[in-house]
């Protein structure tokens, strides 16, 4: 059992908890998910790590209310514990010396983006932020993100912080101010992961985007989680879930997320929570 | 008196009632029924039987006592070589080993060997099974990776040797395959859950969310342990690579029966995992996963389920047992078919398959006569669920996180004939080593292995 040592809601809808899993902290690293369930009937989802703490032997997860399951784990409190949490999965970001880097997060996407940030700064890039999201009660961990960048850049939709358009509007800016990009990241949903890769894809500057696929076991024996990438098929849970943001087929990607929806609706109303 | 020629049937729920629940199949033998069966056996001399088990049971010896209607007796000797008896008792291709070796298929049906097995390990679990005896600790620790027939198997019998084991899991349950694949008609859950609790009480611990290669590595359990088995199975499915293959509505056969059998999506919305079934489902691959889907998909709600297979029936790797429970079912095959793309609609949803005809060709290097396509034969079968049951690789999460760890063409473990890999101290068996097999095989080779780590560490400690 996994116990919740802490719980923060950074938003309405957006939590974040940490969780004492000591095996999972001691290995956890950038760019790296883990698997939970709360209960015995529970599903197991997948949520990217947002820090980590070896000593204390921690793991820092945030995540969107936007299903049964985070609904269900958005109503737990300090003390409660998780029945399964397994971890770190996945292949961790590649980080060394680039140059300049420039970091997108888009909503609860900002959340995995942090930690990446800080390693790829600790590693000596000059690192630029963007950060973006719907209003500004959607955005998150801009302090945190602003201690570990040269140049933070925040936007929003509707402009009630920051600038108002779209995290690409500012990568078209600094692009078009010169600047040399070594590489960009870019984590949040999947059509601004997918307007910032045709962006870049213009300039041929390389671009790891981080997928969220609906995944079960998270060892790569299901396949649920497959996504195309150069024309191959790829698993987010082993091959990923970073990949060549120009290389992935991110409308096939938007179809496979949208498999459960109606079943998810259903669960949600029997349930008694509201979608 | 002269030997009964038939087998005594085994009663099981009738066709019609069945595809509509989840509940085992056969019923199993009542106890008159199965002293009658064990009376077939003539005791033959040189017991074939035997040499047709990968887990050495006595099977004369079992029968023999059961014959006498002394059941705890049987199941003792059973017991002393396999920890998982009603779950061999139910999957096993007996008819390829023990039962095909029986003397009296020489005038008729072998003797149940099989039928008798899942008799004697009902019978027992239902009386409440007998405490192991505890053993002298040797003081030396081994670690198991999965918890799948294999590692279970390697984990029972190291532990019966006075080995302390500790068994890692990946995933939140034990069984691996017993419990993400096979499905719960087949082999009820409840049934693995209780030969797991007896392996646990000779001693084996079993830790689940241990993901070994992440959450921990080879090298890092050789320094707490002195020595490790690999027993990571053939998770890696295995795909048709033609177009529409990531469509909504087409599932790996391992999705779609982990998503039902482990996660119990056949109990949705109470368990939260969902799984979805059209109308028409339609199984590619004819091996006993694929007559696992399509009978599973018209339990899940499909009107109508297909197999699809490119070359005849006389090929099909499944048991005919399992064929035979299928086309009961009613279960359609559509042979020397080859699907050539799904179709989706604007959506994104599979709404049908296209297939092309095959004829079979000379043999191939299986010794199979080989499929080969007629030109212009093209056709489309409507469907709403896709399964891919056409096999699976070896899981490289190990091999990938160990280098020194030597593997062959298909990404299994390279070993040698006692299970020993290419890295000291490390042994493997089962599916990681051989390639997608059967469950007793994978038992056999964890059996093997558990003698050849109990030979290692007799010479370690020198």
């Known amino acids: 059992m996994y116990e919740i040592l802490e719980k923060r809601a950074l938003s309405d809808n957006v939590k974040l908890m940490k969780v004492k899993a000591p095996l999972v902290a001691r290995k956890a690293l950038a760019g790296q998910f883990i698997i939970l369930r709360i209960d015995e009937e529970g599903e197991r989802i997948p949520l990217t790590i947002a820090d980590y703490n070896r000593k204390k032997g921690t793991i820092t997860v945030i995540f969107m209310e936007v299903g049964k399951t985070t609904k269900q784990l958005g109503i737990m409190e300090v003390g409660d514990k998780l029945l399964n949490f397994a971890g770190p999965l996945g292949a961790a970001s590649e980080i060394e010396k680039y140059g300049n880097c420039v970091m997108i997060g888009g909503g609860v996407g900002i959340a995995p983006l942090y930690p990446i940030v800080r390693e790829l700064k600790k590693a000596g890039n000059h690192v630029i932020s963007i950060l973006g999201a719907r209003n500004k009660s959607l955005l998150m961990l801009e ?19 920051g600038k108002k358009g779209f995290v690409s509007n500012v ?28 962006l870049t894809k213009k300039y041929d500057i390389k671009t790891m985007v981080s997928l969220n696929p609906i995944m079960v076991d998270g060892t790569g024996m299901c396949g649920g989680c497959r996504v195309t990438v150069g024309g191959e098929i790829k698993f987010a849970c082993v091959d990923g879930p970073e990949f060549d943001g120009h290389k992935v087929d991110f409308d096939n990607l938007m179809l496979r997320n949208r498999r459960f929806l109606k079943e998810e609706e259903h669960a949600c109303k029997i349930a008694g929570v509201k979608v | 008196m002269a030997v009964k020629k038939e087998k005594h049937p085994m009663p099981e729920q009738d066709s019609k009632e069945r595809i509509k629940n989840f509940n085992e199949v056969p019923y199993g033998y009542s106890k008159e029924t199965a002293i009658e069966e064990a009376k077939r056996c003539i005791q033959c001399k040189n017991s074939p039987c035997t040499k047709g088990c990968p887990v050495e049971i006595d099977i004369p010896e079992f029968i023999k006592e059961l014959a006498e209607g002394k059941i705890d007796k049987a199941v003792e000797v059973l017991k002393s070589k396999t920890a998982l008896p009603a779950v061999c008792g139910r999957v096993c291709p007996y008819e390829n080993q023990c ?46 990776v999965g918890a799948g027939p294999a590692g279970l198997t390697c984990a029972g019998d190291l532990a019966k040797m006075g080995h302390k084991v500790v068994v890692f899991e990946a995933l939140h349950a034990p069984g691996g395959v017993l419990m993400y694949g096979i499905p719960e008609f ?20 079993i830790h689940y969310d241990v993901v070994v290669g992440k959450t921990i590595t080879v090298q890092e359990l050789l320094e707490d342990y002195d020595a490790v088995f690999i027993g990571t199975g053939a998770g890696l499915p295995r795909w048709l690579n033609i177009p529409g293959e990531s469509l909504d509505g087409v599932y790996s056969a391992n999705e779609f029966l982990t998503r039902v059998n482990m996660m119990k999506a056949y109990d949705f919305p109470h368990h939260c995992t969902p799984c979805t079934v059209g109308g028409v489902a339609a199984t590619f691959g004819a091996g006993n996963v694929a007559m696992d889907c399509a009978r599973t998909s018209l339990r899940m709600g499909a009107k109508k389920s297909y197999i699809i297979y490119r070359r005849t029936e006389k090929e099909m790797p499944a048991r005919n047992e399992e064929i035979h429970h299928a086309k009961q079912e009613e279960v359609i095959f559509k042979l020397l078919t080859n699907p050539v793309e799904f179709i989706g609609d604007e959506k994104g949803k599979l709404k049908a398959v296209k297939c092309i005809e095959m004829k079979l060709g000379e043999p191939d290097e299986s010794g199979r006569r080989r499929p080969i396509p007629i030109p212009e034969s093209e056709f489309t079968i409507k469907i709403d669920t896709a399964l891919v049951a056409i096999g699976q690789n070896p899981n490289p999460l190990v091999p990938k996180s160990f280098k020194e760890l030597e593997t062959e063409k298909w990404g299994n473990l390279k070993v040698d004939e006692k299970g020993q890999t290419t890295v000291p101290g490390v042994f493997a068996g089962g599916d990681i080593a051989t390639g997608a097999a059967t469950v007793i095989l994978a038992m056999g080779a964890g059996k093997k292995a558990a003698r050849a780590i109990d030979e290692y560490l007799k010479k370690k400690k020198k």
């Not at chain 1, 993100?145 to 925040?154: G, N, T």
């Open chain 1, 143 to 161: 302090k945190e993100i602003e201690e570990f960048s040269d140049e933070l850049h925040i936007c929003t939709d509707d402009g009630s912080k």
């Open chain 1, 171 to 198: 990568l078209q800016e600094i692009i078009d101010s010169g600047k040399k990009i070594d590489i960009v990241w870019a984590i949040g949903p999947v059509i601004m992961m997918k307007v910032v890769a045709e």
């Open chain 2, 186 to 205: 087949r082999l009820p859950k409840a049934i693995v859950h209780a030969e797991v609790d007896f392996i646990k009480k000779l001693g084996v611990e």
């Open chain 2, 99 to 144: 039962e095909g070796e029986c003397t009296l298929n020489k005038i008729g049906d072998p003797v149940g060997i099989g039928r008798l097995e899942r008799f004697l390990a009902d019978y027992e679990r239902k009386k409440g099974m007998i405490n192991p005896k505890k053993l002298k600790p040797t003081g030396k620790k081994v670690a198991v």
